[in-house]
């Protein structure tokens, strides 16, 4: 089965801290990864995509980057967390273009 | 540019109720894709369907179905004889055919079914 494993599920952190969010990937290779946000409002916004090793597209600028360090490894980070950072973190995958995308289990992110 | 509307925020209905959840979409590509997910309360979001826009034949799955007009440019959601399980934010999305295919949702519709 394919499957999606992110973690944490929770974190609370403080305004200026970093943050690393690890998305991985089981069942398949070379998947397109993706992470969103989705804030109050409940609407997903896409954050990053990434179609292989190394490569990452932004939609949105933002205080956040992503990498891909390994195929089925998606990071998400910031170097000083916002207040509107706050939100639930989602990752997804896509086995390949059109195909339904897949979904974590989400982090819900708090920045105090 | 893509844009996906749901326009009911929020809708609440009794169990055994029928239900039609709305979404209206706008793209310039003459083929692209359309999906309905579910975020139950866990907030894990859950695949429900897949159509393209080549495909307009009406789907049925068990209590749900889907009615996808291309002439109105709709992809609506029906529940039939709606129970408290399916209480959650449904979402409906559209992606290009072209590029990387990234999905573009509308803002969800909060289903509340009571007993």
């Known amino acids: 089965s394919q499957t999606i494993h992110q973690w944490p599920a929770t974190l609370v952190q403080p305004v200026g801290s970093p943050l690393s969010l690890e998305c991985t990937v089981e069942?398949?290779?070379?998947?397109?990864l993706y992470w969103y946000r989705q804030a109050a409002g409940r609407g997903l916004q896409l954050l990053f995509y990434?179609?292989?090793?190394?490569?990452i597209s932004s939609e949105v600028p933002q205080n956040l980057s992503a990498s891909r360090p390994q195929d089925r490894q998606f990071i998400l980070s910031s170097k000083k967390l916002l207040l509107s950072d706050s939100g639930f973190y989602l990752c997804?995958?896509?086995?390949?273009?059109?195909?339904?995308?897949?979904f974590g289990q989400g982090t819900r992110l708090t920045v105090v | 540019a893509q844009k996906v509307t749901q326009a009911q925020t929020e809708i609440s209905v009794v169990e055994k109720e029928d239900v039609t959840l709305d979404c209206v979409y706008e793209t310039r590509d003459t083929t692209y894709y359309l999906f309905w997910y579910k975020q139950p309360p866990s907030g894990e979001l859950v695949f429900l369907i897949r159509?393209?826009?080549?495909?307009?034949q009406n789907e049925i799955s068990g209590r749900y179905s889907w009615n996808f007009q291309k002439s109105t440019s709709s992809f609506n959601f029906t529940i039939t004889a709606s129970q408290v399980v399916d209480s959650a934010v449904y979402f409906c999305a559209l992606s290009e055919a072209q590029g990387y295919s990234t999905l573009t949702f509308g803002k969800g519709t909060m289903l509340l079914v009571s007993p």
């Open positions: 159509r393209n826009s080549f495909d307009e």
């Open positions: 990434s179609v292989g090793i190394g490569q």
């Open positions: 069942g398949t290779s070379n998947p397109n």
């Open positions: 997804a995958r896509q086995t390949t273009g059109n195909t339904e995308a897949f």
